[in-house]
């Protein structure tokens, strides 16, 4: 791509703006036509066909406005650019057209110090020299073809390969892989005319189902617990892209996940996982003694269960218990997401799991490190996060009721293994400290008035 040199010439200082003096670079090129966007609008786009499942890394840019001209017999063509609207320009696409308007010449201009200036009360030139370049489809422009950029335009009007379209990618290949330069129209930045958008730089984007959290619900008898959820995922023409349904088993979450991550869409590695890290969030805080080796390992002391009493720390309302939920498994809210929730393997050691289950009396949880004494720990300074699940039910009635699902945080707690009966597990719940003054309203899905 070519860079940019600015030279004001002074006879043509008089009119204001900034002229492009356009070298063609080959007979063959009989027009030239500009594309002037207004503002950067991505970093990929995912080009047609429908459905098409990547996308190709590079900038998109936002056209307004385009201006086309033939090329002088003196094999020059100049195009002068006023300020309107706009007195700036991030970039500009020039491209250079054979007798049958085929792009066979093109130039990317940028400055590397900042975005192109069209002056009100100064005259700018800059002399472009285009270099080679093939017209292809956009079935193959992805395909590596040498050193030769190839450029790809399409339009919804013919629902793909259009000479003319609006459209227009300049694709290359390098070092790390083919990538490309976009410019589509403002209004339509993909050209595939979805109504509803779901992502204007992906045409006729389809993405899978996807997980969410959402707290919005009509005459919710939960008030507002946030709850895990399903959405269509990001589908153009689709009313319900994006839109979080609950699950049919109510399973609540802390109140952050909802609060915190905006979009409601992302899976856990992105905003749901720093949420589940964070000690703002409702969460259990567990410690696993184990012995300092000395060299930053550890040996796990004799297992003592440890009890984390619901019932005490008022979470559940009155009448209501906890019930064990064998193999409930959520690939984003368990950071081990091949592993049921109602264990959590700890880092830093092997075969070495924080379980969880519910007490005879359905009134507790109960902990415990599945692994036997004196399990080598191979890093004491690792910390585990992860999502346990249990059910909560009225005491008085069968069924699963509802779904809990807590963060927890782990760490070691490196000391000497105790000879008597101090437990060597201990587990604390934490509301958080973004917890409302009457605490999550997870607890709301446990029978807690508010």
């Known amino acids: 791509m070519r860079g940019l040199a600015l030279v004001c010439v002074l006879a043509a200082c008089g009119d204001s703006g900034l002229l492009l003096d356009v070298t063609p670079g080959s007979k063959d090129v009989r027009s030239v036509e500009v594309f002037v966007p207004m503002q950067k609008q991505g970093d990929s786009m995912g080009m047609p066909p429908a459905n098409s499942p990547t996308s190709t890394q590079g900038p998109v840019f936002e056209v307004i406005d385009t201006v086309q001209t033939p090329v002088d017999s003196d094999g020059r063509a100049r195009i002068l ?28 201009v940028q400055d590397p110090n900042g975005p192109i200036m069209l002056r009100h009360t100064q005259s700018d030139t800059i002399v472009v020299a285009l270099d080679p370049a093939k017209s292809t489809s956009v079935g193959t422009a992805r395909m590596p073809a040498g050193a030769t950029p190839r450029i790809v335009r399409w ?5 793909g ?33 979805a109504t509803p958008e779901c992502d204007d730089n992906w045409y006729l984007r389809v993405e899978g189902a996807g997980h969410c959290v959402t707290d919005m619900i009509a005459n919710d008898p939960l008030m507002g617990a946030c709850r895990l959820g399903t959405t269509a995922g990001c589908v153009d023409n689709n009313a319900n892209s994006g839109v979080c349904a609950p699950l049919q088993q109510v399973v ?40 300092d080796n000395g060299n930053g ?57 924080l ?9 507790v949880l109960q902990f415990g490190v599945g692994a036997p004494a004196g399990a080598p720990v191979a890093d004491i300074q690792q910390e585990t996060w992860g999502g346990m699940v249990f059910g909560v039910h009225q005491v008085t009635t069968t069924g699963d009721g509802h779904f809990l699902v807590l963060p927890v945080h782990v760490t070691y ?25 009457n605490g999550d309203t997870i607890w709301n899905c446990g029978g807690v008035t508010r």
């Open 81 to 108: 650019l006023k300020p309107g609207s706009i007195d700036q320009v991030p970039a500009l696409l020039v491209l250079g057209y054979n007798a049958n308007h085929e792009a066979i010449r093109y130039a990317v």
């Open 155 to 159: 339009s919804a009007a013919k629902m």
């Open 161 to 193: 390969d259009d000479l003319n379209g609006p459209c227009v990618g300049v694709i290359e290949d390098g070092d790390q892989g083919v990538k490309g330069t976009f410019f589509g129209p403002h209004d339509d930045l993909d050209c595939d005319a």
């Open 252 to 291: 609540c979450a802390p109140s952050t996940f909802c609060t915190d991550c905006s979009d409601r869409t992302l899976e856990m590695s992105g905003c749901l996982a720093n949420t589940a890290m964070s000690d703002q969030t409702a969460h259990i805080d567990c410690e696993v003694t184990v012995a």
């Open 297 to 353: 390992t550890g040996t796990l002391c004799d297992n003592k269960i440890a009890l984390l009493d619901l019932a005490t720390q008022q979470l559940l309302g009155a009448g209501w218990g906890c019930n064990a939920i064998a193999g409930f498994t959520s690939t984003y809210i368990d950071a081990n997401s091949a592993t049921p929730l109602t264990m959590l393997p700890l880092k830093g050691a092997t075969n070495v799991a």
């Open 355 to 363: 379980g969880l289950q519910c007490h005879a009396d359905t009134t």
């Open 413 to 437: 707690a490196v000391g000497t293994c105790p000879t008597d009966a101090t437990p060597t597990l201990s587990c604390t719940y934490s509301q958080g400290s973004a917890a409302t003054p």
